[in-house]
């Protein structure tokens, strides 16, 4: 893949886009084979793979019982970065929970919680921001929110991977877009994509 | 040091859950008390035995409980969406071993300083006279047991039958330290004319080193996917 | 394939001869230790025993360090099969040296410190082969039993020295009484019978292994 290009993943569930997805992440290894991210060889140069690169999972690495702030200054601190209180206020005006920033993420709804992990996402110099389903749950100003993020990372230069079973929605702030079906990877027509509805199309037998 | 760093974040994110849940520590107080509280009433009134025993008893107890609390190291990850939570920040992955040991030893010792006590009135043993010894053999005690407990925690974390595997493998890792541990302390309190638990407190030491090495050396392979 | 099952048929039969050599001069050509009677004929088997059950382990150590570095399963399945040959005979040790307690000290057990050890050898032993029952895939059982078996087998002379202390410090520790020859030569033939058995039992195993392991890799292939 090209520097700094916006790609959407798509294809049906169970199909491996999380597994893709953390894989490059180096959460997993690969069982054959191997690669390069950002540069990197994925088996021997992990660490500095993890120092570029941003996860967003389904339900995000959050703990329930700190608070949002607690868990950007957790998120921020495990990354290397001091940040200063302003910081992280600032973090979370920008998800729009400036207001909840003390109380417990317990207390949270799916969508305030998924705002929590982009924050902790948007707070790291990334050159690669990995998106696995980042619409579930949210309303649609969070959509909106994600789009934004998306274009900004356009504009800094930094990849972006949009993994969803929904093509639709991913294939609008991507410029490609690749269909990941029974193991093998293809492009697909961005238009396609763009107006079907994989979810409810039977792929036949997957892979997991 | 950029690693010392990411353990004492480890250790302050652990450390406030547990403050503000109270899960862990009230449990292990509960049932560290009533495991001594059996052992004593097993045993009879016969003072003079039961303060031989003393160390031994107490030193049992605390393996236990220990043993109660050392899945919970991991498994607190789980509902945040498990280890991964932590293996995916850059640096090395030694820092989260050493963040949990951190707080396993800490929650530990708080919990030894309820049983400490508990242990001197069931047992009629004399505590204050030698309270800094006491104190460093139980450091010493609990750090050792820290050390190889949180390395088979993390082995044992994604196993079926992990209750059972893990004592298993702890046990017999832990004798030395237990006889150590036990020897001194029952020295300490009972009675030690010939100055033997210099020797223990030795085997303690030499202990802790040990497997403080070798398991910081291992840990990125038994963390791997 | 078929030189190597040969060379193991001879192994096995030099084996037997050698065992069955042994123990006949042990149990009726040499004369018995005179304080101890018959009873002492059991060390000819107690001893070799002892020994290959801590050949055996730090065979487990050795593969188990191998392993981890070449990450070759051929290591795994070497290290398994002498952590299972290792367990029989510790089994073995301890339950002659149970025997041959009851007469001599009046005691089953006795926490003497080759005994002590040996026992929680033993328990180390059978946590290598309890957490390979828990992984399917072979390069996860091999990893986790890798660093089961270094740390174990690094805890054992910890453990016999601890234990060497703690008997010390409340009696006196026993001197090895000297022995005739003869029964020492006994001792060092029977010693090298079992060595023999134990490379011919290792060589059946490990190919049993290698069988498994490709059984195992068929099956995973085509479910």
Redesign the interface.
């Known amino acids: 893949m090209d520097r700094g290009t916006t790609l959407a993943l798509v294809g049906p569930n169970g199909a491996g886009k999380t597994t893709l997805l953390?894989c490059l992440?180096t959460?997993?290894?690969p069982s054959d084979g191997g690669g390069t991210v950002c540069g990197y060889d994925l088996r021997k140069e992990g660490?500095?793979i993890?120092?570029r690169v941003g996860?967003v999972?389904v339900?995000?690495?959050?703990?329930?019982?700190?608070t949002a702030e607690?868990n950007l200054r957790?998120?921020a601190?495990?990354?290397?970065l001091k940040l200063g209180p302003d910081e992280y206020r600032a973090a979370l005006a920008r998800v729009g929970l400036e207001r909840v920033a003390e109380q417990?993420v317990r207390t949270f709804s799916t969508g305030m919680r998924k705002r929590v992990v982009l924050a902790q996402l948007r707070i790291r110099p990334l050159e690669l921001a990995l998106l696995d389903e980042p619409y579930a749950g949210l309303d649609t100003q969070g959509m909106a929110l994600v789009d934004e993020f998306v274009r900004e990372f356009r504009d800094e230069g930094t990849t972006v991977i949009i993994a969803s079973h929904q093509a639709g929605e991913a294939t609008g702030a991507a410029e490609q877009t690749l269909i990941l079906k029974d193991g093998q990877l293809s492009p697909m027509d961005h238009d396609e994509a763009a107006r079907s509805h994989l979810s409810y199309q039977s792929l036949g037998a997957s892979e997991g | 040091m950029?690693l010392l760093?990411?353990a004492w974040?480890?250790v302050?994110?652990d450390l406030?859950?547990e403050a503000?849940?109270k899960q862990a520590f009230n449990a292990m107080v509960f049932f560290a008390a009533l495991v001594l509280f059996i052992f004593s009433f097993a045993l009879g009134p016969d003072t003079e035995l039961l303060q031989q025993v003393s160390g031994g008893l107490l030193w049992v107890g605390i393996a236990f409980t220990g043993t109660l609390s050392l899945n919970r190291t991991y498994q607190s990850e789980e509902?945040?969406?498990g280890i991964?939570?932590?293996?995916?920040?850059?640096?090395?992955p030694r820092a989260i071993f050493l963040g949990k040991l951190f707080g396993n030893i800490i929650i530990l010792l708080a919990v030894e300083m309820v049983l400490f006590p508990a242990a001197a009135v069931l047992f009629q043993i004399q505590l204050l006279p030698h309270a800094l010894e006491l104190a460093g053999v139980a450091i010493l005690g609990t750090i050792g047991f820290s050390i190889v407990g949180t390395f088979y925690a993390a082995l044992t974390v994604n196993l079926r039958a992990r209750e059972v595997m893990l004592p298993l493998l702890l046990f017999p890792a832990l004798i030395p330290m237990l006889l150590g541990a036990v020897n001194a302390t029952t020295l300490i309190v009972v009675g030690d004319p010939m100055l033997d638990s210099g020797i223990w407190i030795r085997l303690l030491v030499t202990f802790d080193v040990i497997f403080f090495v070798i398991s910081l050396w291992i840990f990125p392979i038994a963390l791997?996917? | 394939m078929t030189s190597k099952s040969g060379l193991a048929n001879v192994i096995g039969i030099a084996a037997l001869a050698l065992f069955l050599v042994g123990s006949f001069v042990g149990l009726f050509v040499v004369s018995a230790d005179g304080m101890q009677g018959d009873i002492q004929r059991l060390m000819y088997v107690h001893v070799p025993a002892a020994w290959l059950a801590f050949l055996s382990f730090f065979v487990v150590f050795l593969m188990s360090v191998l392993y981890l570095i070449q990450r070759d399963l051929r290591w795994d399945r070497v290290a398994q099969g002498s952590a299972e040959i290792g367990v029989i005979f510790t089994v073995l040790t301890l339950a002659l040296g149970s025997m041959w307690g009851k007469p001599t000290w009046g005691v089953w057990w006795t926490w003497d410190p080759r005994l002590t050890t040996t026992a929680i050898m033993l328990a180390i032993y059978v946590g290598y082969l309890a957490i390979r029952s828990f992984a399917d895939d072979p390069d996860k059982r091999a990893r986790w039993a890798a660093i089961v078996g270094i740390i174990g087998f690094a805890n054992v002379p910890i453990v016999y020295l601890s234990v060497i202390w703690w008997r010390t410090l409340h009696q006196p520790p026993s001197s090895p009484r000297s022995v005739s020859p003869e029964i020492l030569w006994t001792l060092m033939f029977n010693l090298a019978a079992f060595t023999v058995i134990y490379v011919y039992l290792m060589m059946r195993r490990v190919r049993l292994a290698k069988l498994e392991g490709e059984l195992e890799q068929r099956v995973a292939y085509h479910g």
Do not use: C, H, N
């Not at chain 1, 339900?59 to 700190?66: A, K, M, Q, S, T």
């Not at chain 1, 601190?77 to 290397?80: A, D, Y």
């Open positions: 953390k992440a959460l997993l290894q660490d500095a993890r120092a996860l999972t339900r995000g690495y959050v703990y329930d019982d700190l607690e957790f998120s601190r495990m990354s290397g417990r | 950029e760093r990411r974040t480890i302050w994110k406030l859950i503000r849940t509902t945040s969406g991964e939570g932590l293996r995916v920040y850059p640096g090395d791997e996917e």
